[in-house]
DNA sequence: ATGAAAGCTCAATTGAGCTTGAGATCAAGC
DNA sequence: GCTTGATCTCAAGCTCAATTGAGCTTTCAT
């Protein structure tokens, strides 16, 4: 009955530790969807917090925009999503950090090896070919690769 | 007294697994330093295959260029850095990488709970709280909340 | 001596992920 | 009713980390 259900941009904005004009720019990019005020203001559902909050964890997991854009469309359309939803779609990112912590353990065995003889070669020590590629993509345009990264440093 | 003791750029960027585009990039940015010929051509020293690869090694811990400059800078000036001073640095790294994953580890308890109860919700889990500043450094120009997520995560 | 391969510089572009105005409108408390 | 603050749209700007392209020069194996 409390028609509090609905929240403005600026308290989605503050529960969630972001910019204003960030939830802007994920509503454009179809991770979230707002209602509207008879005014055109945006309205969006006491959910969505938690849908951002999703979207901030997952981009620190490494996940881009779209990577978390098609994991939120496998929420259900039309109703709000429940614990089990949310339980789903969760534990594809801890599979994710299970395997960055992996990923991780591996190049600081590698790493140590490295420090005891000093080389730090990658063609030595394999400490590149052993990275999680996920983790490559984070930033700049190594896409632009075509992540090849791994590849390239077995023929160098 | 082979003087095969210089390379030029192509053989570094083959050696490293790097574009030739990126060393130089990584010049411009001082993190690299090149001898020219009398023809103005780069050469650089064999050492610098390791320079790189800690670079690149860096870069996947989350380092901004920047910042491994700074990494770098530690080394001796003027003459090849040897076996101990790579492992001091990298002895840097490792503690980089303990912390990182101590944070996924936390992370991922986190996580375990909120799957559990479905909450998700920032405020009461905290998720937040407990990340790694390094990792959301990573992308984007959230340099400019001056890496502060922390903190209105704690607020809001 | 020569021609292909590799290198040079410099400016522009890319792409993700936002932020920053400008200028106008909406919502709410007094 | 009015003002103040929150929102709105839309375009442009910004960072990081490189890449791309144009036009030209150097190297080196034959």
Redesign the interface.
């Known amino acids: 009955m409390h028609r509090t259900d609905l929240i403005a941009i600026g308290e989605l904005a503050?529960?969630?530790?972001t910019?204003v004009s960030a939830i802007r720019f994920y509503e454009a990019k179809g991770l979230l969807e707002a209602l509207r005020t008879g005014g055109g203001q945006r309205r969006f559902l006491r959910a969505d917090?938690?849908r951002v909050?999703?979207i901030?964890?997952a981009?620190?997991m490494?996940l881009s925009l779209e990577e978390i854009a098609c994991e939120l469309a496998r929420l259900p359309a039309g109703r709000t999503p429940?614990?089990?939803d949310?339980?789903r779609i969760?534990?594809g990112?801890?599979a994710r950090?299970?395997a960055?912590?992996a990923a991780?353990?591996k190049?600081?065995e590698l790493?140590?090896q490295?420090?005891g003889?000093?080389?730090?070669?990658?063609?030595k020590c394999g400490?590149?070919n052993s990275?999680d590629k996920a983790?490559?993509r984070?930033?700049g345009p190594r896409y632009l690769?075509g992540d090849r990264?791994g590849e390239?440093?077995e023929t160098?």
């Open positions: 503050a529960r969630t530790g910019a917090i938690r909050s999703f901030l964890i981009q620190q490494g429940n614990a089990a949310w339980t969760s534990t990112l801890r950090i299970d960055r912590i991780l353990t190049t600081r790493l140590d490295c420090i003889c000093g080389c730090l070669s990658l063609k400490l590149y990275q983790a490559q984070g930033a690769l990264a390239i440093a160098a």
